[in-house]
T-cell receptor
Framework: SQQGEEDPQALSIQEGENATMNCSYK?????LQWYRQNSGRGLVHLIL?????REKHSGRLRVTLDTSKKSSSLLITASRAADTASYFC??????????FGAGTTVTVRA | EPEVTQTPSHQVTQMGQEVILRCVPI?????FYWYRQILGQKVEFLVS????????KSEIFDDQFSVERPDGSNFTLKIRSTKLEDSAMYFC??????????FGPGTRLTVL
C-alpha cells in the first residue's frame, strides 16, 4: 500500500501560530496532495505537489516533498480559527486512485 | 468556480434495500471516482471510471456495487442490497487528468 500516514494525529495551537504536520508514505508516487475536511463535511483540495517538485506555496500554505525519505510536510502559517479541521495527505501513482492517510486534526484556539 | 455536486446529502435506508447515490462531476473532467469514509476512519478508494468503463476497483467494490454514467453529466453509485456496514459517507470525485481530484460534499448513507 502506498498510503500516507500523518503525524501528529492531533495538534492544538493558538491563533496566529504556525501549524506543521507531516505525512509519510511507502511506495513511489506521481503526486502528493493535501486535503482539508471540516467536521462531517466534504474534502477540500488544498495543494498538489508532483514527485519532481520539492516545495510549493499557496497563500498561507507551504508544502515540501522529500522523495528520498518518502515524506511531505504541510505548514499553515499565521493560523486562524477557520483553519480548525482535519488535514489529510493523499498519494497517487497514476490517475486512478488516491490513497489517504488517517489525518491530522488541527484545533486553532482563539 | 465549477464544483462536484452530490445528491442526496443524507440517505437513510433499510438493510437489503437498493440505493443509488448521484453525482454531477465537473463538466470537462474525464476521470470519475467514488470513495467512502466510515465514521472516524480513513477515506477509502472504491472505484475509478474513465472512458465509460471501470479503470480500477478496490476489494470493497464487490458485486453489490456498480457505477454508471447514464448521460453526459451524471455519475451514479448503486448498492444493490445494503448491509449495516455500508453505512458511511460516500464521496464522488472528478479529475481532468492532471492529478488533482475534486471532491463533492458527500452523501451520508445510514443503513438501519
Amino acid at each position: 500500500s502506498q498510503q500516507g500516514e500523518e503525524d501528529p494525529q492531533a495538534l492544538s495551537i493558538q491563533e496566529g501560530e504556525n501549524a506543521t504536520m507531516n505525512c509519510s508514505y511507502k511506495t513511489s508516487i506521481n503526486n502528493l496532495q493535501w486535503y482539508r475536511q471540516n467536521s462531517g463535511r466534504g474534502l477540500v483540495h488544498l495543494i498538489l505537489i508532483r514527485s519532481n517538485e520539492r516545495e510549493k506555496h499557496s497563500g498561507r500554505l507551504r508544502v515540501t516533498l522529500d522523495t528520498s525519505k518518502k515524506s511531505s510536510s504541510l505548514l499553515i502559517t499565521a493560523s486562524r480559527a477557520a483553519d480548525t479541521a482535519s488535514y489529510f495527505c493523499a498519494t497517487d501513482k497514476d490517475d486512478y486512485k488516491l490513497s489517504f492517510g488517517a489525518g491530522t486534526t488541527v484545533t486553532v484556539r482563539a | 468556480e465549477p464544483e462536484v455536486t452530490q445528491t442526496p446529502s443524507h440517505q437513510v435506508t433499510q438493510m437489503g434495500q437498493e440505493v443509488i447515490l448521484r453525482c454531477v462531476p465537473i463538466s470537462n473532467h474525464l476521470y470519475f471516482y467514488w470513495y467512502r469514509q466510515i465514521l472516524g476512519q480513513k477515506v477509502e478508494f472504491l472505484v475509478s471510471f474513465y472512458n465509460n468503463e471501470i479503470s480500477e476497483k478496490s476489494e470493497i467494490f464487490d458485486d453489490q456495487f456498480s457505477v454508471e454514467r447514464p448521460d453526459g453529466s451524471n455519475f451514479t453509485l448503486k448498492i444493490r442490497s445494503t448491509k449495516l456496514e455500508d453505512s458511511a459517507m460516500y464521496f464522488c470525485a472528478s479529475s481532468g487528468g492532471l492529478g488533482t481530484q475534486y471532491f463533492g460534499p458527500g452523501t451520508r448513507l445510514t443503513v438501519l
